[in-house]
RNA sequence: GGAGAGGUGCCUGAGUGGCCGAAAGGGCCGGUUUGCUAAACCGUUGUACGGACUUAAAUCUGUACCGAGGGUUCGAAUCCCUCCCUCUCCGCCA
């Protein structure tokens, strides 16, 4: 959520910004202030009113003390015509504040200056590249074909049990999941990451809070019984560690770390790009959070870009880091890197990885701040990235290390793996 | 799931209808005293949204907030209802 304090110091500035996100609606911003004018109208002659309904109780109350209830009793029915007026500028206001709100969370993020102008994936840009991809062997086939010739997946007994979309891992390919999982947190841990196993399901107040609410509820498995919502990604329980907290300064920066499921409708998503691995609705994830101090939020997303680049470095696997162009971010992030692995059979570059800084976004809403050195209560800036998603990795090391007769590991992963190969 | 006890400021904890934004103690911060430190003493110490004044800050001022949301009342931390959470016991259970 913006903070409508920047949007009235420059509307102008924010609706040019709104633009470049691919956000149609400016005259939102219009509708806000004039809403936000009404309110502080609203608020002012509630509070007046309410000051006098005050302040009359409490002459009743030395009236009744002293005895005298004639006078007691005129009083009472001022109060009583006092309140008849503020009934109607209470609802107002309600109606007022509500509306809003509403206007208010329809705001997507501003997008940081350096965000590439465009609309559509194409026009993301490359940053970088690194890795060597592959010369597969003749004969060599996609991820789909490899589980099934070594039996570590089985989508068919996944969908029996659940539905479809829904991997059922089995032998090697369970082994090799849990070693990643092992490998990536190791590897965080190792950065300086706080390690956290939060609760997979979450409450409405949490997916409010990092953006899921409102919009998104059609992508998140929802518990009817409970009111819970099935995590899309850790970034939600993790980031509510900190809801409604005032950090000290000096803890800052925060930085966690959290494996776990990540439960996904994917309502919409059709087409070849679903095949295998490539996206499906249970996925397992270990997810970077920090929170940090507004002045240092860019330099610690050059950071953690630099760690995940760092961890797919040690996998060998090919990758680029692009940066999302203003049509392609999500609606909380101000810039995201999005890094991808070349799956050398499919000849297709996968998504594995988005780091994101969400600035102010997620801890205005989450109310995340910390005290200044003049006292001032200040919003911490907020980021999140995968480290890594695992179903894409996997596709990947299985296609790019193939062999005529087992899929060779990097050795990164054999200590883990406790084996240098799939066979 | 059943029974009971609770949820108050940074912490402990008092407060059963007005004098309570809230006693007391502790902590924190500022000051005095003091070779230094400690101790003692004095003072200050919440958040949000408004308003006045101001270039701004400071200051003054209004309203709301004692788990959340409703209700009763001229007036609610206090009474009533619903929900959430914590603790104890019982039940069930990996």
Known sequence: MLQLQ???????????????????????????????DERKKLQLDFDNNQAKVNSTSKEIGGLMAKGQKEQAEAKKQEVAALKSTLQPIIE????????????LVKLPNLPSPIVPIGKTPAENVVVREGGIKPTLPAGSVPHWDLIKKYDIVDFETGAKITGSGFALFKGQGAKLQRSLIQYFLDFN?????????????????????????????GQMYFIQEDKFYMIPTSEVPVTNIYRDVMVKEENLPIRMTAYSPCFRREAGSFGKDVRGLNRVHQFEKVELVQIVHPDKSYEVLDEMVTHVEKLLNTLELPYRILRLCGGDMSFASALTYDFEVYSAAQEKWLEVSSVSNFESFQSNRMKIRYKDSNG?????????????ALPRIIACLLENNQTPGEINLPPVLHNYFRDSSIS
């Open 376 to 388: 001032k209560s200040q919003l911490v800036h907020t980021l999140n990235g995968s480290s890594l």
């Open 6 to 36: 920047v949007l009235r110091q420059n509307p102008e500035v924010v609706k040019g910004r709104l633009i470049v996100k691919h956000f149609a609606e400016t005259q939102i911003v219009d509708t806000i202030i004039a809403l936000d």
């Open 189 to 217: 841990t190792a950065a300086g990451y706080t390690e956290y196993h939060p609760p997979f399901m979450v409450n409405e107040a949490s997916a409010y809070g990092t953006g899921q609410l409102p919009d998104k509820e």
């Open 92 to 103: 107002k206001l309600a109606i007022v504040e509500k509306q809003l709100q509403e206007e």
